[in-house]
């Protein structure tokens, strides 16, 4: 390694005597890796006590819609964390609503839930595109869409906000 840099060093010093400057201007465009957007968010609505089970199935107008860009090439580690139970926002009120979630994508480039494949909440490696040879090379940048869809049971519960906190995870390499 030392031996290399003196050779580099010694070439520049025997024939940097007669070089000239020369000046470049390169402009670079530097597109992100990955992007993120929610489409739409996961929507239960507003519920009376004693509800029961409400379900938003996979297509239904209230699940959540995610779109990730990202090079044509690209995988990516998606996972689902959230809690078994909504809490009462309000200190001292116990009760609690039960959730489940799941989670799909569809990595053919559009939004349809009919070429979607099922994820678990545990996670997945996933392509962000089902074809990775290019039919036009200004495509390079392709979508990945996630769906998030579940369902809530609603018991005899005090009237208030219920909330807990749902994280969608994309890890990319």
């Keep these: 390694m030392i031996k290399a840099i003196f050779h580099t060093i010694a070439f520049s010093l025997l024939f940097g005597l007669h070089a000239e400057a020369q000046f470049i201007n390169l402009q670079l465009k530097v597109e992100p890796e990955l992007s993120a957007t929610v489409e739409q968010n996961l929507d239960f609505g507003t519920l009376i006590s004693n509800t029961g089970r409400t379900e938003i199935q996979l297509g239904d107008v209230n699940m959540g819609v995610f779109s990730i860009r990202a090079f ?3 995988n990516v580690y998606i996972n689902l964390q959230y809690p078994a139970v909504l809490t009462h926002n309000q200190t ?9 979630l799941n989670m799909s994508y569809n990595n053919t480039g559009t939004n349809s839930i009919s ?10 490696m996933v392509s962000i595109h089902d074809n990775t040879n290019l039919i036009n090379p200004n495509e390079i940048w392709k979508r990945l869409y996630i769906y998030v869809y579940g369902s ?10 219920y909330t807990g906190e749902v994280i969608l995870s994309v890890d990319y390499d």
């Design 72 to 74: 044509h090439t690209q």
């Design 115 to 124: 070429s979607s494949t099922s994820i678990p909440a545990s996670g997945r």
């Design 152 to 161: 809530i049971e609603v018991g005899n519960i005090p009237n208030g906000i």
């Design 92 to 100: 001292g009120i116990n009760e609690e609503i039960p959730l489940t």
